[in-house]
């Protein structure tokens, strides 16, 4: 159950069918073992609203997981939309192994690769994928070469004209990161909004907040997304057109030039 970075899988107390992958005692994934529906952590709930509210019920999406820990959402979406082919890209072949010796392998249709997700990005094909998710992390921060202007763009590009990508964005106050994400998204997306524990939004917590984004202008679910997000047994909050712009508020787009510390 141990490896030399920490990493285990552990029974919850609780819910005996469930799972959690841990990662230097961090939880990193959660899995129910006898019920893929069943979503443990918000962020992944809000993750799954997007996705469900987005497509038709049932319309199988081709989609590409950066990040796969315990494949918590590509089970949710075998289950959800079956046939859907699905790519995870996991950079930790460490979490790759333990989850397949540990946990049920992964549903039919479901691809998981070792590697890095910006490569992985630039290596799809142009227009192929329905959803991208991006749930990409490194020692609790997300690597500075997938928060990009220039990272995002390649994700457009492997995006259908109608494709949404999310991301799991985990921040503390004042959501400095939250604001130059939204900010770095909006530089290539038309729609942008922002999903999140309204406790977060007034700096008092921190956690998780979710982005989605999409080409076009008025593609996102926004008020559907809205009223199950405040159905949520963490009610969260939806961030959208002026309401956004205040939460942005004159925060600058990340470049490749800053990561290079030019």
């Not at 329905?130 to 590009?157: I, Q, S």
């Amino acid at each position: 159950m141990h490896n030399a970075q920490g990493l285990k899988i552990v029974v919850d107390p609780v819910r005996p069918t469930g799972r959690t992958l841990l990662a230097a005692g961090v939880e990193q994934s959660y899995v129910d073992v006898s019920d893929p529906c069943h979503l443990h952590f918000e962020y992944i709930r809000r993750m799954a609203a997007v996705v469900d509210l987005a497509a038709p019920p049932g319309r199988p999406l081709a989609v590409l997981h950066l990040g796969g820990g315990a494949l918590t959402l590509p089970r949710w979406l075998a289950a959800t939309r079956p046939t859907s082919p699905q790519r995870v890209v996991e950079r930790d072949p460490a979490v790759v192994e333990l989850v397949a010796r540990e946990l049920p392998g992964p549903p039919a249709d479901v691809e998981v690769i070792i590697g890095d997700a910006r490569e992985a990005v630039r290596d799809a094909p142009s227009g192929h994928y329905d959803v991208v998710l991006a749930d990409v992390y490194r020692a609790a921060r997300m690597p500075r070469h997938v928060a990009t202007v220039e990272f995002v763009a390649e994700v457009a590009r492997v995006l259908a004209p109608d494709g949404v990508y999310l991301v799991n964005v985990t921040d503390l106050p004042p959501l400095v990161i939250s604001r130059t994400q939204v900010a770095t998204l909006r530089a290539v997306f038309g729609d942008v909004c922002l999903v999140a524990d309204r406790r977060m939004l007034r700096g008092r917590r921190y956690g998780n907040l979710v982005l989605a984004a999409a080409r076009r202008a008025g593609r996102l679910p926004v008020g559907r997304l809205a009223a199950r997000a405040a159905r949520d047994p963490i009610p969260g909050a939806v961030l959208h057109g002026p309401d956004l712009d205040a939460f942005v508020a004159g925060a600058r787009p990340a470049t490749d030039a800053d990561l290079a510390g030019r």
